[in-house]
């Protein structure tokens, strides 16, 4: 597949490497897949290489967020959010267990109120991703099967008709909650555009296809419906989308794994999909799910004949689909991966130059595992299974938190998500080539235009070096390359750059920067590009008669109207690669905006801030039209952009005292349990041998759109948190801060923390083990961060 070559002396340690790179044909065929509806105007149709809607190549993005294990008075904010980072589609499991911990009527109230979460979601412009199991994983008690469906005498996850009859009733009664809510080519405006069935279920393709009847026959529509394809899972022809995952590492592997082999391809350009390692602790594990087919291996069976055709060549055939790249990763108890935004980044876009049509994060927004009435509901060596998780904690260093805290990783995704928003009608259709040689580098393109990619990232567990290249990058019969000469790319980076994009005049352009819209802005076409990679940015222009000419811009951390250019009818702003983490882009009052704020930003038809413990100065682009009261123009009214501040204090940060009560009498003992004998977390009784320590809360009651986050900064073992007789939060200490939601609360918290062993044999990042083993246990500090949401538009 693959048009790279080499044409310089590799022998030569860092000689500059010419990378060509040519498009390869596209498919435009409708594929086999009995998917997609007949909607008027906005029909869904599954082609071969990409998605379709409305009769225009279609992206999306969806983002995981598990309604049941968050707040809902925050649902709304926290949807608004998510939508504001380039989140297409909310994706949520239906998790069981929740819903009906005991044999009996189900539950929808609450955190559980599922039809309510449905409607917030669209209600600021998310679509939705149902999930509905019945099996689901998710770090969860038996996967999510209730304990007395669990324990029933029949064959889980198959077609055995005693199974079904308790799958019914479930499938049944959230299709009837959910009713008006499913898209179909008679009601398009629904918001459940896609439903995947089970989960992991890599041997029973018949089984699936008698879940996706049993929820049409209960009423369930969609145009899209998925199954996982990962771990050579068996689907059956041409029922569902085959979608497949991308993490950085796994808590699910074994202690002293180091870092295994099979997550570095994820970092690659490749063709492959497929990853074995996801959920193969499960698959392996007894009596948690069916037996696996010996030796299975490969992608997912979409094809006619489902033993005729080797995996690789049917999966070529679908649209290349993703639901679980990771948005970070939780840990177990003998394993702790440290997982870098950067490295959720880095991912995220090496599945894009891989030829990925529809992104899909797991976790995108992270929660709070379930306290039921009869067990809690984690995942679990009592349970069976081969990891013990956590009881409370799923914040999974997701890009927003578990109680919405933005962290660094959701900026450098939001810019891909502008990326591909911007770029969607031009880039689903395209096919990668990949570069043949030791540099990662793949090219998306057809004969006209395209998107180069390139990264010299991977963990800091297995950094690849520098690189000094040029590309010559070939479109039907056009070339073109970038830089003007070899240009050195450290180590850690990766990037996109637009090749031979239309201007508004019909010329044509590339630059050595990476696209983040393009689009019409205060009634002019604007074109807004970042440095990558502190290469500078060059921008070639080729006019329809075929002449082409050079334009150098400066990347600023604000841009003025000397540093932007006029070049083939648009106007080109380029920012650094600082200030365009702090890009926003959304429809205000129903025009679109360019917003700059290193604050949290939510479009819900007008513009929302939440302001922390600075002043908060924000820029957009054009100037608002109402500003609410309290927020002023600060800057000139002929400067490219409008500067605002808004006139409210700052909440500062609130450092509180931790009390030592009590000493540490020993570390938890040592225990081994669950399907894979692996090192078991402390029992409810082990924490009588953990320091005690007090942390007086505010008694001040919050605004009802506050925030207090308390952040205990802490190296140790395991540790709890009660605020009373209620137990509010654990943490595994990994080397990140404990995070703990006080907003609601007064009094005091009682902290339980057991002191770490040099000795121990958990897995740590190698760059946070060394602070373990000095410290044993220590509290270095405890402050609560405070934030409120401020509406900026009138």
Not at 493 to 509: M, N, T
Request: with cysteine; glycine share 10%; proline share 7%.
């Amino acid at each position: 597949m693959g048009h790279g070559c080499v044409v310089t002396d590799f022998s030569t340690p860092g000689a500059p490497q010419r990378i060509r790179l040519s498009n390869s044909p596209t498919s435009s065929s409708i594929s086999t897949l009995r998917l997609g509806d007949g909607a008027p105007d906005d029909a869904i149709v599954v082609r071969e290489g990409h998605l379709e809607r409305g009769g225009m190549p279609w992206f999306p993005v969806a983002g995981e967020y598990h309604y049941a294990r968050t707040d809902p008075k925050r649902w709304r904010e926290d949807l608004a959010a998510l939508r504001s980072n380039g989140i297409t589609l909310v994706s949520t499991y239906a998790i069981w267990i929740l819903h009906q911990e005991q044999e009996g009527p189900v539950s929808w109230k609450g955190a559980l109120d599922l039809r309510r979460f449905v409607e917030e979601a669209r209600s600021v412009g998310l679509e939705v991703v149902l999930r509905i199991g019945p099996w689901v994983h998710g770090e969860t008690r038996n996967g999510g099967f209730p304990d007395w469906v669990q324990s029933a005498a029949v064959v889980h996850r198959t077609d055995d008709p005693a199974y079904l009859d308790l799958v019914r009733p479930w499938i049944e009664a959230m299709a009837e909650e959910l009713s008006g809510l499913f898209r179909s080519a008679d009601d398009p405006s629904a918001p459940i555009v896609a439903i995947q069935v089970e989960n992991e279920l890599y041997d029973q393709p018949a089984h699936l296809s008698t879940l996706r009847r049993m929820a049409e026959d209960a009423g369930m529509t969609a145009p899209l419906w998925t199954a996982t394809g990962w771990g050579g899972a068996q689907l059956p022809p041409n029922e569902f989308l085959p979608v497949f995952a991308g993490y950085v590492d796994g808590f699910w592997e074994d202690s002293d794994a180091g870092w295994p082999a099979n997550y570095e391809m994820h970092f690659r350009f490749t063709a492959e999909r497929d990853d074995l390692g996801v959920g193969a602790d499960v698959r392996a594990a007894a009596g948690i799910s069916g037996e696996i087919a010996e030796g299975a291996e490969g992608d997912a069976d979409t094809g006619d004949d489902a033993g005729g055709t080797d995996a690789a060549t049917r999966v070529s055939a679908v649209p290349y689909a993703t639901c679980e790249l990771g948005g970070g990763m939780p840990v177990a108890y003998h394993r702790r991966p440290f997982v870098d935004s950067d490295d959720v980044a880095a991912v995220a876009l090496a599945k894009i130059a891989s030829g990925s049509v529809f992104q899909g994060y797991y976790m995108y927004h992270g929660g709070v595992q379930v306290l039921g009435r009869e067990s809690s509901t984690q995942e679990s060596h009592a349970t069976g299974y081969p990891n013990d998780v956590p009881v409370r904690d799923y914040d999974f260093a997701a890009p927003i938190g578990a109680f919405g805290q933005r962290r660094r990783h959701a900026d450098l995704l939001r810019l891909q998500h502008l990326f591909v928003q911007t770029a969607a009608t031009e880039l689903a259709p395209l096919t990668p080539s990949f570069f043949d040689g030791d540099v990662r580098a793949s090219f998306r393109a057809d004969d006209e235009q395209g998107f180069v990619f390139f990264s010299t990232y991977q963990p800091a567990v297995a950094p690849l070096p520098a690189a000094e290249v040029q590309f010559e990058l070939t479109t039907g019969e056009h070339s073109t390359v970038l830089p003007s000469k070899p240009t050195h790319i450290p180590s850690g980076e990766f990037f996109v750059w637009p090749v031979r994009r239309l201007l508004p005049d019909g010329s044509r352009f590339s630059a050595t920067a990476q696209l983040v819209a393009d689009v019409e802005l205060g009634g002019m076409p604007t074109i807004v590009l970042f440095q990558t990679a502190g290469v500078p940015v060059e921008i070639i222009r080729e006019t329809a008669s075929g002449e082409t000419e050079q334009h150098l811009l400066p990347a600023l951390a604000v841009p003025t109207l000397e540093s932007t250019a006029q070049i083939g009818g648009a106007r080109v702003i380029v920012v650094d690669e600082p200030t365009a983490e702090s890009l926003w882009l959304g429809r205000i009052h129903g025009e679109l905006h360019l917003v700059l704020s290193t604050s949290d930003v939510t479009f819900d038809g007008g513009l929302n801030i939440r302001i922390a413990d600075t002043p908060v100065t924000f820029s957009t682009l054009p100037a608002l039209a109402r500003i609410a009261a309290g927020v002023e123009r600060i800057n000139p009214s002929d400067d490219l952009l409008a500067r605002y501040s808004i006139d409210a204090a700052p909440l500062p940060v609130a450092e509180l005292d931790v009390v030592l009560e009590s000493a540490a009498l020993a570390a938890a003992p040592v225990r081994h349990g669950g399907s894979s004998n692996r090192l078991s977390a402390p029992l409810a009784d082990d924490f009588d041998l953990a320091a005690r320590y007090r942390v007086g809360l505010s008694d001040a009651p919050a605004h009802p759109s506050d925030r207090h986050i308390l952040q205990i900064d802490w190296v140790g073992d395991a540790g709890r948190a009660m605020h009373g007789d209620e137990f509010i939060s654990d943490q595994f200490w990994s080397g990140r801060p404990w995070e703990i939601d006080v907003t609601e609360l007064t009094g005091e918290l009682t902290l339980s923390l057991l002191p770490w062993s040099a000795d121990s044999l958990v897995h740590l990042d190698g760059r946070i083990r060394p602070e373990a083993d000095r410290a044993g246990l220590a509290v270095y500090g405890a402050r609560v961060h405070r934030s409120r949401l401020v509406r900026v538009t009138a």
